[in-house]
């Protein structure tokens, strides 16, 4: 926020240009994206470890594209990467600090994302956002999430990208270019004890929203594969997403947990392997060595493969219809024979549109995805006023089920795992 900083150059430079290139996006589609600000002060920190020290102005820049169907439009998909960025310390102002992978990476991935998005219309809305404050705090995605839960968003997913250059370090023979690692939280972060009793209580410690959200993007990813030059496919992500079961890596965290502590899903995408030399660091040469986190670090293909799996997702949970809802198990009789059969029970989501169908999904209760389905139709799925109802020859002792909806095109929501109506 310094006021001496060269034209051209700082955090509220970066802003500015960022905006400037969501209108151009819009230009091109004919105003199909509403560019927005939101922009607060964040008051300094207390305590011998605060990195804000004085009231800083922090803005997020975002665009929206509405969604085309009116009973979905209130959906939202969001993806997410920061502008800021900062070098060896907290508190260097005026220091280079290109934050090339950490994290224009991410933001280059949203802009993509929104360019690639622009000309199609979904029944659900979009959100491409670019953030500040993150490392300071996640501030800016702290206000971003406490503004979608002040505003009422009804946020169905957030995609974090953060540090997804695939850093490429001179003779580095362990980043893998066709990983990213999607990290996930097990149970809601806003989840009540009790709520978290249950869920531990039912085997449900590994079935969030946002872990399903995960197992959505590792399915979009199975569908939409190949290379770039194959043009047999509708898009090629070129990525395998390794599904990592822990909110974030060791001991870290980043800008989707301020979305989760508000009660949403979100992941965050990372690239497989990150090298220290090129984050955090100030751009120098040490013992023959360079540090810095500078763009020839960067690899635009794994990036635009990044941008391309975010993209794909995107689309897919827009189109697909709302998650079904009140996904149950009636009361189970635990001293009979028929409770070796399933019996699960659903209704449709709201805005659900007309010829909408449901799948049913199981895998064993050590498997991290999905590994079974049936179509409901195929499954002899009935429907008694507005709940269907279905029932299969597997106990659930032995795996996890849940439910998702499909649209005519194959488009799939994330699972719904059932839960156990409560005993009168």
């Known amino acids: 926020m310094d006021t001496d900083l060269p034209p051209g150059t700082g955090v509220s430079a970066a802003a500015d240009w960022i905006e400037a290139q969501f209108k151009q996006i819009s230009a091109g589609c004919g105003g199909c994206l509403d560019v927005e600000r939101d922009t607060f002060t964040q008051p300094p920190g207390t305590g011998p470890n605060a990195r804000v020290t004085q009231p800083t102005t922090i803005t997020n820049v975002y665009a929206v594209m509405r969604g085309s169907d009116p009973a979905q439009a209130a959906r939202m998909i969001l993806v997410t990467g920061h502008y800021d960025s900062r070098d060896s310390s907290n508190f260097d102002?005026?220091?280079?600090?290109?934050?090339?992978?950490?994290?224009?990476?991410?933001?280059?991935?949203?802009?993509?994302?929104?360019?690639?998005?622009?000309?199609?219309?979904?029944?659900?809305?979009?959100?491409?956002?670019?953030?500040?404050?993150?490392?300071?705090g996640l501030y800016g995605s702290h206000h971003l999430a406490e503004l979608a839960k002040q505003q009422n968003w009804q946020l169905e997913g957030a995609l974090n990208n953060d540090i997804v250059g695939g850093n490429t370090t001179p003779g580095d023979k362990f980043q893998d270019k066709h990983a990213v690692r999607v990290y996930s939280e097990p149970v809601s972060a806003n989840a009540t004890p009790e709520q978290i009793r249950r869920l531990l209580f039912l085997g449900y410690d590994g079935d969030s929203p946002s872990r399903e959200l995960a197992r959505a993007i590792t399915y979009t990813a199975r569908t939409y594969t190949g290379s770039p030059a194959n043009t047999s496919e509708p898009i090629a992500t070129g990525l395998e997403p390794v599904l990592e079961f822990r909110h974030d890596r060791f001991l870290r965290g980043g800008d989707h947990e301020s979305f989760n502590e508000e009660g949403y899903a979100a992941v965050r995408f990372t690239e497989w392997r990150e090298d220290f030399d090129h984050q955090h660091q100030n751009v120098r040469v040490e013992n023959g060595v360079q540090f810095g986190d500078l763009l020839r670090y960067v690899d635009f293909d794994y990036v635009a493969r990044v941008a391309r799996l975010n993209a794909a997702t995107m689309a897919v949970l827009a189109a697909a219809p709302p998650e079904p809802v009140d996904v149950q198990y009636p009361p189970i009789k635990v001293f009979d024979n028929s409770i070796d059969d399933t019996t699960i029970t659903w209704q449709d989501g709201p805005g659900a549109p007309a010829g909408t169908k449901y799948e049913i999904v199981w895998r064993a209760t050590d498997a991290p995805d999905w590994q079974r389905s049936i179509l409901a139709d195929a499954a002899k799925a009935s429907k008694d006023g507005d709940t269907f109802s279905v029932t299969l020859p597997v106990s659930k002792d032995n795996v996890v089920f849940g439910v998702r909806a499909i649209d005519a095109a194959g488009h799939r929501s994330p699972a719904v795992v059932p839960m156990p109506e409560m005993r009168r």
């Open 93 to 136: 102002t005026h220091g280079e600090a290109p934050g090339a992978n950490d994290d224009a990476s991410g933001v280059a991935v949203s802009l993509a994302c929104a360019q690639a998005l622009s000309h199609s219309k979904f029944p659900a809305t979009l959100v491409f956002v670019a953030v500040a404050g993150e490392e300071q």
